[in-house]
């Protein structure tokens, strides 16, 4: 999903007057309302390749982060045993405050054992999170919580977020290098299993399990190649992944590193299955490259002489472009600043067929990006794997709208973009267009019934010319008191139409692959002849709605 904008609460800055004067954003860490005093907020400002501040909370549970330039920001808290809430992914500007919220972690804790029910001392255990708390599968990318086992053989993996999880005694994992002999042995998932066999653990927030591993000592085998790449001083180390494939979805991962000015690499006490291997360097700053995704099927022997290319990754460079409203309503209204504007593209998972019973699954880490406009209001969206893209646009601007995504004679918002290995793409424009209205309300039952808890008001074109425009469709969501507000629409004549629906926010809505399913959302609003008319930068409030 992509993240929300937070509620503005500093003015929009005109791109040619936006201010130099560096800001600040404060806020308050809490658990069930309780201060956290032990927290690190990571802030980064969005198209930055590091974070940009770290801020400590204090004992009440505050934050300040200071020294931030105009833009827009994303904040990562973390805290010992605790996890940051799910819907916490939002954009932040200077000035604002913020109130984050942590839970307590999940715990798996118990005994890697030997065949004799003696203890196996230093052995690396991690927990491997394969689906989240509402059993959508998940590919973690970056690191797994792993400890080693003390003297009497007992582990202690905390600050689990919710969700089912693996776990696994034994082998590399993502630590590239070998700490003890353990590491070359492939992972005893437990009880005392292979990956094909493991036992998926679900865990909630807070709970804590005890899993027992019986070790069962294999050496696994070894997959071995070298990766074709440029060489480089700036970054000589290329990493190469090695992620297990269970029903086409990676899971488990193993990780090594091969110098640029070298040949060669291995993966040892890799157990017998289906695998996706890659290889991602980034020979200079702002210049990553990637291997094509490589499927290996590793069955009672080593497999070597793999060879990864590492080529250039994509891009996609383009301008955004402001179109100032005319009507009287208008006057004075501030304009969207440039680098406060987000321009983002997310990689489509292309689906099994009866062609291609196997589709690669993509390089994960290679699927999306997001950028801020320049002061010239350009933007390049780069290192992005082959594949169709599709944009999302976010600006701190109620009183415009976004008009359109075009590339040349290509409408990008009817259409993916679609991405060749080391293509990059041009000529990208993103309109945005003053004149937005605001339409807010209230949803009622007509008998006083409850309201379905998770119930949602589609804003639907009603102009013949507008009906297959998907920049033009609107979703907001409806409170527990039946209160909702949708803002940034382009102004003209809507139905409304609330409904319990699987399409939750403008990204899902607005997709080429909803085109169905709004024409369906169509039919269905026109019959239930809800009808409304906005005027340019006009601000509806209190409109009644029925559900029906």
């Not at 973390?78 to 940051?84: D, E, L, N």
């Not at 799910?86 to 500007?93: F, G, H, L």
């Not at 017998?272 to 290996?296: E, F, N």
Request: with cysteine; glycine share 8%.
């Amino acid at each position: 999903m992509w993240p929300p904008v937070q509620a503005q609460t500093t003015p929009e800055p005109t791109p040619e007057t936006a201010s130099t004067k560096l800001g600040s954003i404060t806020g308050r860490v809490l658990v069930d309302g309780q201060a956290v005093n032990n927290a690190s907020i990571v802030v980064t400002r969005v198209g930055a390749p590091r974070p940009t501040r770290f801020s400590p909370t204090n004992d009440n549970g505050d934050f300040e982060a200071k020294g931030l330039e105009a833009g827009v920001y994303q904040l990562i808290v973390s805290a010992p045993g605790y996890v940051a809430s799910a819907d916490q992914e939002t954009y932040y500007r200077a000035g604002d405050f913020v109130t984050l919220t942590m839970q307590k972690g999940g715990v798996i804790t118990g005994k890697v054992l030997n065949a004799a029910d003696e203890p196996v001392i230093a052995v690396r255990v991690r927990a491997i999170r394969i689906r989240d708390e509402n059993g959508k599968p998940v590919f973690t990318s970056g690191w797994n919580p792993d400890r080693v086992t003390d003297d009497r053989g007992v582990y202690r993996l905390f600050g689990l977020r919710p969700g089912t999880y693996l776990v696994a005694a034994g082998g590399r994992g993502l630590s590239a290098f070998g700490i003890n002999g353990y590491d070359h042995d492939a992972p005893t998932y437990a009880p005392s299993s292979t990956r094909d066999t493991a036992t998926a653990i679900s865990l909630a927030a807070g709970e804590e399990k005890t899993i027992d591993i019986h070790y069962r000592s294999g050496a696994g085998h070894r997959v071995s190649g070298s990766v074709n790449a440029a060489v480089s001083q700036h970054s000589p180390w290329i990493s190469i992944m090695l992620a297990r494939l269970i029903n086409g979805v990676p899971d488990a991962q193993m990780s090594t590193y091969q110098n640029s000015g070298a040949k060669g690499f291995e993966f040892n006490g890799v157990e017998d299955g289906d695998y996706m291997m890659w290889a991602q360097y980034a020979p200079a700053p702002d210049d990553v490259h990637a291997s094509d995704p490589r499927r290996i099927t590793v069955k009672g022997a080593d497999i070597t002489g793999v060879v990864l290319d590492a080529k250039p990754l994509a891009s996609i460079a383009g301008e955004l472009v402001l179109i100032p409203p005319t009507a009287e309503a208008c006057k004075g209204k501030r304009q969207p600043s440039f680098n406060e504007t987000v321009i983002a593209v997310q990689r489509k998972q292309k689906q099994a067929s009866k062609a291609e019973p196997e589709v690669t699954p993509h390089i994960p880490t290679r699927e999306s990006a997001q950028v801020t406009a320049d002061k010239s209001a350009g933007f390049v969206l780069r290192s992005l794997a082959p594949g169709q893209y599709e944009f999302a646009v976010r600006f701190f601007a109620n009183d415009w709208y976004l008009q359109s995504i075009n590339q040349r004679t290509s409408d990008l918002a009817r259409s993916a973009l679609t991405l060749k290995s080391g293509e990059r793409a041009t000529g990208v424009k993103v309109t945005l267009a003053g004149g937005a209205a605001t339409l807010s309300g209230k949803v009622e039952s007509p008998d006083d019934q409850p309201l379905p808890a998770t119930l949602f008001v589609y804003l639907v074109p009603a102009e013949k010319e507008k009906g297959d425009d998907p920049l033009r469709f609107s979703v907001a969501p409806v409170d527990a008191d039946g209160l909702f507000a949708l803002e940034q629409v382009a102004p003209g004549r809507y139905w409304l139409i609330a409904k319990v629906d699987n399409l939750k926010s403008n990204k899902s809505l607005r997709s080429p692959d909803a085109a169905d399913a709004r024409v369906k959302l169509r039919r269905e609003a026109e019959s239930a002849m809800a009808e409304v008319a906005l005027e340019p930068c006009q601000n509806v409030t209190g409109h009644k709605l029925v559900f029906k």
